[in-house]
């Protein structure tokens, strides 16, 4: 049994768009502008961000076109390259990719919940070695999240996509009301944009001049600019539910991170036309908070603080739908567990999948904090989607027909790849502990791989025996 090709060009738009717009938003800005010190130096990350997003989501367009099926990368590095290449992507996004990520939006949902309902934090209920484990009202609510929206996707590709696309509109609506009132009647102060302070008492930013100090800004800035845009990648691992994955994928990536880019510089555009660097830099509320308050009065912070409650709700349901779509590909490939495989008789979903994923996200769930975890792993990501991105180039290079180009072709993947390898050697040098735990947490894969491949070998001995 195949799973069904029920997407069209707007739910992967809206599947995309929503996956890749989070809470990270409302808080990123204050990190880049940290290092770039100025509004244009802050704009101009932005804009490089969405640039390289887009270059980077069509190289992976190439191979979702090519292998359109469920998986992501997976399926690419499995067939290009090897299979054990393959199983440790799958492997990096089982351990802290997607079920970290599912994890860290249900416990940011209870945490941005307790600003507007008393919530009450736990102390930890026991310990297994060092590692301290939650119970609490946070855990709870993170837990009731997970497997509310599991058991959602899990009834229905059709009902799942239309609570999705619901909330997705909710973000997309909400982010332009934003823009539109932000624009028209916000505490707009354009002097925080002039090129030079000299006349200005107390400047609010630092001044715009070109030199060594604001490359460097730019450079450090484009890291939590990255993070910001990361999910571009996201209808591939739903390919195998794409109709005409050949028209829509690429369509639906150009789109979708088109829009994104474009709403994200006019808010920053919002951000810091509102208040001054100091105040955008440290306000533990973040800059989404701080900026509507100074746009439009401290009423305002209750309705932001709701909005993002309902960003991070629009952005849960697509990690879970697309994580489960993994470990289904590598079941069914036997380099994982075959029941998750299995898809349900009546709903036509990976169930099991399903249930494996919100079962291993409940667990880091009760850690409390795994964004360390994260933070572990990034390296190890980024250095997978390089091997991605260089499929297009490989597979050119081997004679491989196919029915996609890639526009200006070499230039996005070589961009893509070279923009991730500054990345990976910032956070080698900047954090080479947190590298290299990552680095191991995915080359613990290795012998996973090798034992599950034992398993597959050992099976079909016992059935050749019968």
């Known amino acids: 049994m195949e799973l069904k090709r029920t997407l069209s060009l707007k739910d992967a738009f809206l599947l995309l768009f929503t996956s890749m717009v989070g809470s990270g938003i409302f808080f990123t800005t204050g990190f880049v502008l940290k290092s770039a010190k100025h509004p244009y130096a802050v704009l101009l990350c932005w804009v490089i961000g969405a640039v390289f997003a887009i270059m980077g989501a069509m190289s992976y367009a190439y191979p979702a076109v090519m292998y359109p099926h469920a998986g992501g990368d997976y399926i690419y590095l499995r067939k290009v390259y090897s299979p054990l290449l393959g199983f440790l992507s799958g492997w990096a996004a089982l351990v802290a990719n997607f079920t970290a990520n599912i994890a860290v939006l249900a416990l940011a949902f209870s945490k941005h919940l307790s600003f507007l309902v008393p919530i009450s934090t736990s102390e930890p209920l026991f310990f297994i070695g060092p590692i301290p484990i939650f119970f609490g009202s946070y855990q709870w609510i993170g837990l009731i999240l997970v497997w509310g929206f599991t058991f959602i996707n899990l009834v229905g590709v059709k009902k799942a996509l239309r609570i999705q696309n619901t909330l997705s509109l909710l973000k997309i609506s909400g982010m332009i009301v934003f823009i539109l009132l932000g624009f028209s009647i916000g505490k707009l102060n354009w002097f925080h944009f002039s090129l030079d302070y000299s006349n200005i008492e107390n400047p609010p930013f630092e001044k715009f001049e070109f030199s060594f100090e604001l490359i460097k800004g730019i450079l450090n800035g484009m890291i939590p600019v990255s993070f910001a845009f990361f999910g571009w990648n996201m209808v591939t691992y739903v390919a195998g ?15 979708a991170c088109s829009a994104v880019g474009i709403i994200y510089l006019l808010m920053n555009v919002l951000y810091l036309g509102s208040s001054d660097a100091q105040t955008l830099i440290s306000s533990k509320e973040g800059v989404g ?114 029915v996609f180009k890639i526009p200006f072709f070499p230039l996005p993947p070589l961009i893509y790849i070279l923009g991730t390898s500054f990345l990976i050697l910032y956070l080698a040098f900047t954090s080479p502990e947190n590298a290299l735990s990552g680095l191991a947490i995915t080359l613990a894969g290795v012998p996973v791989y090798f034992f599950m491949k034992k398993l597959e070998k050992n099976s079909n001995l016992d059935i050749k025996s019968k």
Not at 241 to 255: A, D, H, N, T, W
């Open 289 to 402: 908070v701080v900026a509507s308050i100074q746009l439009f009065g401290t009423n305002a912070k209750f309705w932001m603080s709701l909005f993002i409650l309902v960003m991070i709700l629009g952005s849960l349901p697509a990690m879970i739908f697309a994580g489960s779509r993994i470990y289904y590909a590598m079941a069914k490939d036997k380099l994982f567990f075959s029941s998750l495989a299995k898809l349900h008789p009546k709903w036509h979903t990976p169930h099991n999948a399903l249930l494996f994923q919100a079962v291993y996200s409940s667990f880091l769930i009760l850690l409390g904090d795994i964004e360390k975890l994260l933070y572990f792993m990034t390296c190890a990501i980024l250095l997978l989607s390089i091997f991605t991105s260089f499929i297009p180039i490989y597979l050119d290079w081997k004679g491989v027909p196919t």
């Open 241 to 255: 539910e794409v109709k005409e994955p050949e028209i829509i994928i690429p369509r639906s990536i150009i789109l």
